[in-house]
């Protein structure tokens, strides 16, 4: 197997990590609220929160779905996942989320896929194509998370997980 392809992108928002870090983690309508990717999301195994170990359900807005387990979990700082069933197409798939200070006084969040596709014969179109679809996702998604950032609704929802 060769170089997994990587999608990264990163913004910066006018929030210090810790709440940066819980508007990701946010759950439920909140989540609906910023994040495009997501039609439904549950914890699984009777987890009531993120924690390493924990495995989700996770509906894509387009119907596709994945299980995922965290395999880090550090707040404020890196969240890190791997899909352990989900789309025939991805052999892997990984993500990670890492929240640092900025100069700005707000917080720089980079978000960042990796992946590799099957069968064999394919990979390197099917990964080409992936790299625009999943750049364009991730595009949309750091954006709406960045709005997710300014929404008195997530922030509140948000603000409660810190505290």
């Known amino acids: 197997m060769g170089v997994m392809p990587i999608v990264e992108s990163s913004v910066v928002v006018p929030l210090e990590p810790a709440l940066a870090f819980a508007v990701s ?33 996770t509906q894509h807005r387009l119907g596709l779905r994945m299980v995922s387990q965290y395999v ?4 404020p700082t890196t969240v890190g996942m791997k899909m352990v ?25 980079v978000w960042r896929y990796n992946f590799s596709c099957r069968p064999a014969w394919l990979a390197p ?13 991730i595009e ?12 008195p609704v997530v922030l509140a929802a948000a603000s409660d997980a810190v505290s």
């Open 125 to 137: 179109l099917a990964e080409r194509i992936g790299v625009v679809v999943l750049r364009r996702d």
């Open 72 to 75: 880090s979990y550090r707040p």
């Open 25 to 57: 983690q946010t759950t439920g309508a909140v989540r609906l609220r910023w994040d495009p990717f997501i039609r439904r999301q549950s914890f699984l195994d009777g987890a009531p929160a993120p924690a390493t170990g924990v495995r989700t359900l």
């Open 85 to 109: 069933t989900g789309p025939w197409f991805f052999s892997v798939m990984a993500a990670g989320w890492r929240f640092e200070p900025h100069p700005s006084g707000g917080t720089r969040a």
């Open 140 to 151: 949309r998604r750091i954006a709406g998370f960045a709005r997710g950032c300014a929404d």
